[in-house]
């Protein structure tokens, strides 16, 4: 497919998606959302792929929806569903995604990142939520995920003042999963996503839905959904390839990769 606002690749099981707006700081318009969830979930149905990168530039990771796009829009525009549903079959992917953020990821670009399941930021990434500043509020998920992720307080601050949080204060918070240097963000993340993509899927595919299940439902649900998950992997070959080769001091040889 030929695509006009990403850059996407492969090397080995692990896809990298680009976005490629740099006149706008990689603003999500509704072309580049498009492509973005069509790469991705293309990417997550090809049993090649094990895991999913996605970056934006040294820059900016994205810095926001498209204000100069949302300018004309009023509430029955929004009401109808246009720009906020435009994620849908993003959020339930079954492949790991790692957002790689380098700069800028505000408002939207920021809530594209909490969508992925690792957050590896460059030491020059700089978060935020400035919505408040336009007259309006998060609207792809960040008023839930954020207070999620680091609690009630820093995401009220985050939210109501528009701030933005560097790379430190994000890891010091529990927003992103690892800090690097801005020059080995995109090696940092490939070697992640390589590990995952090594792994049995069966049991990538199970951690991914008992994690998700942990956002959104009580501990005692996602007990049991855990045990029931827990327990169907003992139905798999990875299971015992995995339990024998630690027995037999060898590396596993997934056969479900
Ligand atoms: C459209 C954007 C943009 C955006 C930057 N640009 N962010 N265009 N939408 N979100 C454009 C600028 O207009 C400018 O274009 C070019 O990118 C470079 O940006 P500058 O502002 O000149 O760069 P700089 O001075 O370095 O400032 C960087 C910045 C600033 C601090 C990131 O651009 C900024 O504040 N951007 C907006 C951040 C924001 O409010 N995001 C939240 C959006 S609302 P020209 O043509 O002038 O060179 C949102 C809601 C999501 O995300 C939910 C929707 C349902």
Not at 32 to 57: H, Q, R, Y
Request: charged residues 20%; negative net charge.
């Amino acid at each position: 497919t030929q695509y006009t606002a990403i850059i996407t690749e492969t090397q080995g099981r692990v896809a990298t998606i680009t976005l490629n707006r740099p006149e706008a700081l990689n603003a999500l318009s509704n072309t580049l959302i498009a492509e973005l969830v069509e790469a991705a979930t293309a990417f997550d149905a090809d049993p090649n792929i094990g895991a999913i990168v996605i970056t934006g530039s040294e820059r900016a990771f994205a810095a926001g929806a498209d204000i100069k796009a949302m300018l004309e829009l009023e509430y029955s525009d929004i009401l109808a569903g246009g720009l906020t549903s435009t994620w849908n079959g993003f959020e339930q992917m079954l492949t790991p995604t790692i957002a790689a953020v380098s700069g800028f990821a505000l408002g939207g670009g920021c809530e594209l990142a909490m969508m992925c399941d690792i957050i590896i930021a460059a030491d020059s990434a700089k978060f935020g939520q400035p919505e408040i500043n336009l007259g309006v509020i998060p609207g792809f998920g960040g008023t839930q995920r954020l207070p999620r992720a680091i609690g009630k307080y820093k995401a009220a601050d985050m939210i109501l003042t528009g701030r933005m949080m560097g790379a430190e204060e994000a890891e010091r918070s529990g927003l992103v999963s690892r800090v690097v240097p801005a020059a080995e963000l995109r090696e940092a993340a490939q070697q992640v996503a390589e590990v995952i993509a090594s792994k049995s899927r069966p049991s990538v595919q199970a951690a991914l839905s008992t994690l998700q299940a942990a956002e959104e439902t009580s501990l005692a649900e996602g007990l049991r959904l855990e045990r029931t998950a827990f327990a169907a992997l003992f139905a798999t070959e990875d299971q015992t390839e995995g339990m024998r080769a630690f027995a037999e001091k060898r590396e596993a040889n997934f056969k479900h990769r």
